[in-house]
Nanobody, 131 residues
């Protein structure tokens, strides 16, 4: 389902920064008790996880290629999620999708949000990084 709207994409040079935002398409919707995440898909490539975050924002997971450069956060009062992207590289060029509504997964070592089983998705926003 497309219940989310991404914004903030664009074209930047290597080393630049962008901040993506994700908001509910309908203000009556709320995802405060679910995982949220950012995914991306480059041309000819498979979709990959960029970052996921739990309800309280205390758990965050980043894909290895972006860890240390990207920061995910959320504001449940505004029902909005953000992705701060710093030191962008050409390899980051992709369409970025916001997702919400995944149930946390419990494991022996803890609870996480690493799954592609998200109920709600945005239309995507293009990020292009050039040198």
């Amino acid at each position: 389902q497309e219940r989310l709207v991404e914004s903030g994409g664009g074209s930047v040079q290597v080393g630049g920064s962008l901040r993506l935002s994700c908001a509910a398409s309908d203000s009556s919707y709320t995802f405060s008790n679910t995982c949220m995440g950012w995914f991306r898909q480059a041309e000819g490539q498979a979709r990959e996880v960029v970052a996921v975050i739990n309800t309280g924002g205390t758990y965050k997971y980043y894909g290895l290629s972006v860890e240390g450069r990207f920061t995910v956060s959320r504001d449940n009062a505004k029902n909005t999620m953000y992705l701060q992207m710093n030191n962008l590289q050409p390899e980051d060029t992709a369409k970025y999708y916001c997702a919400a509504g995944a149930s946390p997964i419990k494991t022996d070592w803890g609870t996480h949000c690493i799954t592609e089983s998200y109920s709600y998705w945005g239309q995507g926003t293009q990020v292009t990084v050039s040198s």
